[in-house]
């Protein structure tokens, strides 16, 4: 994961952006320096020790592990900072004041080594003023790296050098955040908050204008601001909810000390007496007694909204979204909408998009590194220049031109030409120039969205397709809803596997969608449930259990490439490859239980091999059975890919990517280095502990369900897995094959498939997408 050039790095300021930082990095498996200010004389590393605490608790959690939370050292800058000379990268994010900044550079330039990086956190000063005495060599190693919150979940990494900067040294921090970080970077120019801060605090702040000179609703506003725009589907004041009330007068008061007096943004910079009592009086959003929305549990918990004109809370009203095309993407449509809908929607898009377009060239150099930002920093669906061409560049320009509005130099070039387009199987987008250019990628960047640009599948149906993607690798992509397994996927990995004997030398088990897979088609088996279709049940069940033996059995290499869920049935494709490459952000787990399943496709047996293979687990048939008992039946999922390997679900040597978009390369350059001499696995056989392990098992779940920690049902689903995992009728002394153990998975699962507590508890999770507790 890490890269040799940055060995040590030290973050100085252990705030919740400094200490997310640092967690970061030490995720990567970096050693991390974390110092800030003596607050303590009797434990002067309080602080930063503090927020090294604090971070273990936090969810979700900035650590991937605890072993990443002990890279961490925690010191302070009275007494630690002569350390710096053994890093070699030093990350500045203490509070935003340019004379405190500026104190401390002064003290690094005589603690520093010569040519290691500085960079600082800030999103609000310039690099020029930051830098403003420090020597010639300070000023070449310095550059601003804006992180956003969270660091560990928010992939956007902004980058701003100076002329004076050298070039490979930000070249170096932007690889090493690239590859062993997992950020996307950016390359911003030196203009007040750089680019995504810049749009966003525009576009929060025209929406909440708008909202309350239309006297809109929160709820109508968010369901109009939200997913018809393709925009975060919390919408603006649920967005700044989430964010912090509290965060948005000092972004105001940044951004309005430090842009021009002639930029759009001071011209719709305002205040509302209604927001600044909320603060006041602590409803600062979900971080403090609630916001915009807020739980009213004096109410029993009644789900309250404010009200814009009277500041008061009332009850949360369900507000209709747009109708027709307006509220299926087709923004043409929506901001044309006859009476407050179109007119919020034209309030927000037109104000924002025009903005957006008046910063090419001025904080970015082309509309890719905008659009990039906001997804990336705002969570947008859609950046600002891919929002305009679904409008189109005329349309939009002869709409402001006509209400009197500066129309920006950009929509002028673009004419009716669309800022995107496709050529040859390449993406290009509309330059300065005039000229299209390929939209670029990162050196040994993978995706398999440029494959299918330029090639048809070798094989597909409606739930999955098999791609070429050179080499001799093919690649295995699920399409289904979540990514959810059904009949059509399982038919398709038999086919694959005989055309990739023929025609490949290894699989891959890929997509890019946003999470791996979701387990089993819950919805399909239910249908087959409700008509008793209980033989195709039984033929799933045992078609499931024959493709991914045919996956794991199979003549050639197979590497799963999981990211996002890998649940279920997704999880059990992991546990049948002969490797797996995780993106760092991979949560895998057989959650089966959970619904008052049994894992039905092998997750059982290839998990009582994993746990008896592991050389730390103590021998005997017991202790991995229990492990694997402990897993299951809680339905433990993993928080991270590291967490994964922890539990079993990953193997020690299976890789780790920390950048999504470099995982399918890596997947693929493990598959090819698994090619020369390769050789199927030989089946497992177990020793299993039989009747007395399974009582064992059951003691265990009553004494949870004495102390109200397991449900009636849970005894009953955990004594089928117990019967499972301890081999049935077997004993101590019996072998038993890896065939019998997939017996009695078939066996178990259909009897708690034809459970009516069963179907309740799956009923209930694809309905609500919570588990029952019957």
Request: net charge neutral.
């Amino acid at each position: 994961m890490s890269q040799p050039n940055i060995r040590k790095v030290c973050v100085i300021g252990a705030g919740v952006m400094g200490a997310g930082i640092a967690a970061q990095i030490a995720n990567a498996g970096i050693p991390v320096l974390l110092l800030d200010i003596v607050r303590d004389a009797a434990d002067r590393n309080a602080v930063a020790a503090g927020a090294v605490a604090k971070m273990l608790k936090t969810e979700p959690a900035p650590f991937m592990s605890k072993a990443a939370a002990r890279l961490v050292e925690v010191g302070n800058i009275e007494d630690d900072l002569a350390k710096v000379a053994d890093c070699d990268w030093v990350v500045e994010a203490i509070i935003e004041r340019l004379d405190l900044k500026q104190q401390l550079y002064a003290r690094l330039e005589t603690v520093r080594t010569p040519g290691t990086a500085v960079s600082s956190n800030t999103s609000t000063i310039p690099l020029g003023q930051l830098t403003e005495g420090r020597s010639d060599a300070f000023r070449r190693d310095f550059l601003i790296t804006h992180f956003f919150n969270p660091p560990r979940y928010m992939r956007l990494l902004e980058i701003v050098s100076g002329p004076e900067s050298d070039t490979a040294l930000v070249d170096r921090i932007a690889d090493f955040a690239d590859r062993a970080l997992g950020k996307t970077i950016v390359r911003a120019k030196d203009t007040p908050g750089f680019i995504a801060n810049r749009v966003g605090t525009f576009w929060i702040q025209a929406a909440l204008n708008a909202a309350f000179d239309l006297g809109m609703t929160v709820e109508e506003a968010d369901a109009i601001a939200g997913k018809p725009m393709g925009v975060p589907k919390t919408g603006i004041f649920g967005l700044v909810d989430l964010v912090g009330i509290d965060l948005m007068p000092h972004l105001q008061a940044s951004l309005t000390a430090t842009l021009p007096k002639g930029d759009r943004y001071q011209e719709i910079a305002r205040s509302f007496p209604l927001i600044e009592k909320m603060i006041a009086d602590g409803y600062t959003g979900r971080k403090g007694k609630g916001g915009f929305y807020r739980v009213n549990r004096d109410l029993g918990k009644r789900r309250e909204a404010i009200d814009l004109q009277t500041g008061e809370y009332r009850a949360q009203v369900a507000a209709r979204g747009p109708s027709g095309a307006a509220g299926k993407g087709d923004l043409s449509a929506l901001i044309a909408a006859p009476g407050k809908t179109g007119a919020y929607a034209w309030a927000i898009l037109g104000e924002t998009l025009a903005y957006a377009a008046s910063l090419v060239p001025e904080a970015a150099d082309d509309v890719v590194a905008v659009d990039v930002a906001m997804r990336l920093g705002y969570n947008w669906k859609h950046g600002p220049f891919e929002l305009i061409d679904r409008i189109g560049a005329k349309a939009l320009a002869e709409r402001l031109a006509a209400e009197g509005r500066p129309v920006p130099a950009i929509l002028t070039l673009a004419g009716d030409r669309s800022f995107y387009r496709v050529e040859a199987g390449r993406r290009q987008y509309l330059g300065l120039d005039g000229a299209y250019h390929d939209v670029p990628q990162a050196e040994g960047v993978l995706l398999l969205e440029d494959v299918k640009r330029n090639a048809e599948p070798v094989l597909r149906n409606g739930s999955a397709a098999l791609w070429d993607i050179g080499d001799g690798v093919a690649c295995l992509e699920f399409t289904s809803k979540m990514n959810a397994i059904d009949g059509e996927i399982l038919k398709l990995i038999g086919q694959s596997i005989a055309v990739v004997q023929q025609r490949f030398k290894a699989l891959v088990v890929y997509n890019e969608a946003s999470n791996f897979s979701a387990g089993a088609n819950l919805g399909l088996a239910m249908f087959a449930v409700n008509i008793a279709a209980w033989g195709e049940i039984e033929k799933l069940i045992g078609g499931g259990q024959m493709a991914y033996k045919g996956l794991k059995y199979a003549p050639f290499p197979v590497v799963s490439a999981p990211a996002g869920l890998a649940l279920g049935g997704g999880c059990e494709i992991l546990l049948h490859s002969d490797a797996v490459q995780a993106h760092a952000e991979s949560y895998v787990g057989l959650v089966e239980c959970g619904v008052g399943l049994i894992p039905g496709w092998g997750g059982c047996g290839e998990m009582l091999h994993r746990w008896q293979s592991n050389p730390m687990m103590p021998k005997g048939p017991m202790p991995a059975a229990a492990k694997v008992f402990e897993l299951i039946s809680t339905a433990t999922v993993s928080k991270s890919a590291a967490e994964a390997k922890e539990y079993g679900f990953l193997r020690l040597q299976d890789g780790i990517t920390m950048n999504r978009d470099r995982l399918l390369a890596d997947a693929k350059a493990k598959a090819l280095a698994l090619v020369d001499g390769y050789q199927p696995p030989a089946p497992p056989s177990f020793r299993l502990p039989g009747a007395a392990g399974r009582a064992g098992m059951n003691m265990a779940v009553e004494g949870f369900h004495k102390r109200g920690m397991a449900t009636d049902y849970d005894k009953v689903v955990a004594d089928v897995l117990a019967e499972v995992l301890t081999g049935g009728d077997a004993d101590l002394v019996d072998t038993v094959a890896e065939g019998d153990l997939l017996a009695l998975e078939r066996k178990a699962f259909m009897g708690r498939v034809r459970d009516p507590r069963t179907q309740a508890r799956v009923d209930h999770m694809l309905e609500t997408g919570k588990p029952l507790r019957n």
